[in-house]
Each structure stands twice: as C-alpha cells, then as structure tokens.
C-alpha cells in the first residue's frame, strides 16, 4: 500500500511560477514510476509528466519545456516545477504513483489555480 500527499499548491499570475511537491509513504520501494496527473473542470482527468524508476521523464505535449518533474528518493518525493503557468493549466493537481505490478495510487489533490 502506498500513501501519496500533495502540498504547494495555490494562486499564482498567468506567466507566474509554482512548485508542487508530493510525499509517498507505505510501499514505496514497489513503485516503477512517479508523477502527476490533473483535472480541471468538466475535462478529462490528464497525465501531466511521470518520472520512472530509473529517472525517465515523459510529458504531457501542452507542458512540454514549461513543467519539469524531478524527485528526492531518500525522501520519496517527487516535484513538479511550473513555469510561465497559463489560465488552461488551472486544475486540481493528482500526485501520481504506479508500482512494477501496475496498482496505481492518487493523492488527495492540490488545486493551482493561474490568474490574470
């Protein structure tokens, strides 16, 4: 079992910065990849970017050279660096964790929210 808790997330300007971190507990040597996911309103929850257990990264094309996804593995925590933000990356943020027998695992969510 794998526990997965979000935190950084807030208000930020259009053109604006944030960072969000998410915390894994539990099982947490189990897991082959690590990431977030988001859902705005009345849209399809999205994967954003994944990192895999041996540093691969992989992004979502909307967020291709603006987000970057890095991780802590003493700490099993995994980042999500967003920059030049746009009205359209406004939703609920999802840490995201996948294990090698493919269990996948969400946290609570973290709402970013860009604004003008």
């Known amino acids: 079992q794998v526990q997965l808790v979000e935190s950084g997330g807030g208000l930020v300007q259009a053109g604006g910065s944030l960072r969000v971190s998410c915390a894994a507990s539990?099982?947490?040597?189990?897991?082959?990849?690590m990431g977030w996911c988001r859902q705005a309103p009345g849209k399809q929850r999205e994967l954003v970017a994944i990192i895999g257990r041996y540093g691969g990264t992989n992004y979502v094309d909307s967020v291709q050279g603006r987000f970057t996804i890095s991780r802590e593995n003493a700490k099993s925590t995994v980042y999500l660096q967003m920059n030049r933000l746009k009205h359209e990356d406004t939703a609920v943020y999802y840490c995201y964790a996948i294990s090698a027998g493919g269990n996948e695992y969400w946290g609570p969510g973290t709402q970013v929210t860009v604004s003008s």
């Open positions: 539990g099982n947490t040597f189990s897991l082959n990849g």
